[in-house]
């Protein structure tokens, strides 16, 4: 195994880990709003922030379910994981797809708000196939406004990490500089590709 694949297995392995503490500790959180059975506000997105902006989509997305299976095993029950997966799951491809428009029409922060309302809104869709009713869905409003404040706040916290962190700062840095060359050699492949169909 080379260097380079070491260190991201390490790196996942670490993120894994502090999204398993932030997971079980939340836990430990009274929630106020006793109505939304398994709501919660979603403190291990940072975890999930930081995947998305300093590595690949499968390295994520391996993280998320190492993430959710290891916090259900330590902690929790097949109710809790499937309140935990619904969640994580809606917010890691909404935040995936807002990241998409580029860093100029959203920020980070906007992007973990909308990563806060869904997550809430996954847990919610669980909740009302648990209960057989959409009954539930009539929380989504107040759960929405204390996603949006989660979310900006974890937002908030995620910047905080990449402008101080000088690993994470570097990584996020590596990773869009290799995105950006990976768009620019598609653009070019494009391009070949539509001067040969017209030479033809």
């Known amino acids: 195994m080379t260097q380079p694949k070491i260190q991201k297995y390490v790196f996942i392995a670490l993120l894994v880990a502090q999204g398993v503490v932030i997971g079980l500790l939340e836990r430990m959180i009274p929630f106020p709003f006793a109505f ?69 029409r959203v920020s980070i922060i906007g992007i973990s708000a909308a990563g806060g309302v869904l997550h809430n809104v996954g847990q919610l869709l669980v909740a009302s196939f648990i209960a057989q009713s959409w009954t539930v869905m009539l929380y989504l409003p107040i759960l929405s406004f204390i996603g949006i404040l989660a979310g900006s706040a974890i937002g908030i916290a995620a910047n905080y990490l990449f402008e101080h962190v000088r690993t994470l700062n570097y990584l996020r840095t590596n ?26």
């Open 36 to 104: 939304a059975p398994g709501a919660k506000l979603g403190l291990a997105n940072l975890i999930t922030i930081v995947a998305l902006f300093t590595m690949s989509f499968s390295d994520s997305f391996l993280l998320l379910w190492m993430r959710l299976i290891l916090t259900a095993l330590l902690g929790g029950t097949l109710s809790t994981f499937l309140y935990s997966a619904g969640g994580a799951l809606l917010s890691y491809f909404g935040m995936l797809l807002f990241k998409q428009l580029g860093p100029n």
């Open 175 to 200: 990773y869009s500089q290799i995105q950006t060359q990976k768009k620019r050699q598609r653009h070019l492949r494009h391009l070949q590709k539509e001067s040969h169909y017209d030479k033809n």
